[in-house]
């Protein structure tokens, strides 16, 4: 099932209201989103336009805004990044898609949901943003992006239909846009879940959803933990040493088949 921006955007269910439909100048995020030389690079060689497709706040959709000691969430970004083509074969691939993607969420001072998108490929990411410690009036990013490339990362047709009915506006929950915007969060999380387990299901709650998002970071860290001792298997000559790294390995996938009961 392909899937393309306007396609995305439709499934989202949002409001007039809250549609802005502007081009944003790219040298705004040169100005305020790339730290390094090399980011300055990555931005100017791979993003060919920035468009600002919704502004969701209390007025526009209905749903209050967030306060806290953590972070303050009045208005909630939906940005789509067309991505350039590569000269050769007419591709967009950028170097670092996901370090492109941290440049523009740390550049907005609101959260976002944001599409990276080519000919070939949607990247959706979401990250929660908080205050900065040190620096006030500062937005940081809260905990590590949800990232995921679609089609490629549904596990069947069946998985990204049902990603996509759950990503509506309006099954997401409505309490405040924090809650919002962590319906969003669960929905992505479901399935990147369902790639491992193969079937997409939503969370019955914030508790369940809470465990979910901790199976998933246990998931990931014990698989590259796994890839890791096979290597050094693989290496080692020594047979005593051998069969500790097998042993190890055994261990870490034992643990990693308890951490996908969890989703």
């Known amino acids: 099932m392909p899937l393309d921006v306007p396609?995305?955007?439709?499934?989202?269910?949002l409001p007039d209201g809250c549609r802005v439909d502007q081009r944003v100048p790219k040298?705004?995020?040169?100005?305020?989103?790339?730290?390094?030389?090399?980011?300055?690079?990555?931005?100017?060689?791979?993003?060919?336009?920035?468009?600002?497709?919704?502004?969701?706040?209390?007025?526009?959709?209905?749903?209050?805004d967030y306060r806290d000691e953590s972070r303050e969430y009045l208005e909630v970004a939906v940005l789509a990044v067309t991505?350039?083509?590569?000269?050769?074969?007419?591709?967009?691939?950028?170097?670092?898609?996901?370090?492109?993607a941290e440049?523009?969420?740390?550049?907005?001072?609101?959260p976002v949901l944001l599409l990276l998108h080519s000919e070939e490929?949607?990247?959706l990411s979401l990250a929660h943003k908080r205050w900065a410690q040190n620096e006030a009036g500062k937005v940081v990013l809260d905990g590590g992006m949800v990232s995921m490339s679609?089609?490629?990362?549904?596990?069947?047709?069946?998985?990204l239909n049902a990603f996509v009915q759950a990503i509506a506006l309006t099954h997401q929950p409505r309490s405040s846009l924090f809650a919002l915007y962590q319906g969003w969060m669960d929905s992505a999380q479901a399935l990147l879940a369902a790639k491992l387990t193969g079937t997409f299901k939503k969370t019955d709650g914030p508790e369940q959803a809470a465990v979910r998002r901790h199976a998933l970071q246990e998931c990931a860290r014990l698989e590259a933990e796994a890839a890791c001792l096979r290597t050094q298997a693989g290496k080692e000559k020594q047979l005593a040493r051998q069969v500790e790294l097998n042993l190890a390995l055994k261990r870490v996938l034992a643990q990693l088949a308890a951490a996908r009961e969890q989703l």
């Open 27 to 64: 040298k705004l995020l040169l100005e305020n989103g790339a730290p390094t030389a090399a980011d300055k690079r990555l931005i100017a060689d791979t993003v060919e336009e920035i468009q600002w497709v919704a502004a969701l706040k209390p007025n526009t959709i209905g749903v209050p």
């Open 121 to 123: 490929r949607l990247t």
């Open 7 to 13: 396609g995305f955007i439709a499934s989202l269910g």
């Open 150 to 159: 679609l089609p490629e990362d549904a596990p069947s047709l069946d998985a």
């Open 103 to 110: 440049l523009v969420h740390r550049a907005v001072p609101y």
């Open 83 to 100: 991505l350039r083509r590569q000269s050769e074969g007419g591709k967009a691939k950028p170097t670092n898609p996901a370090r492109l």
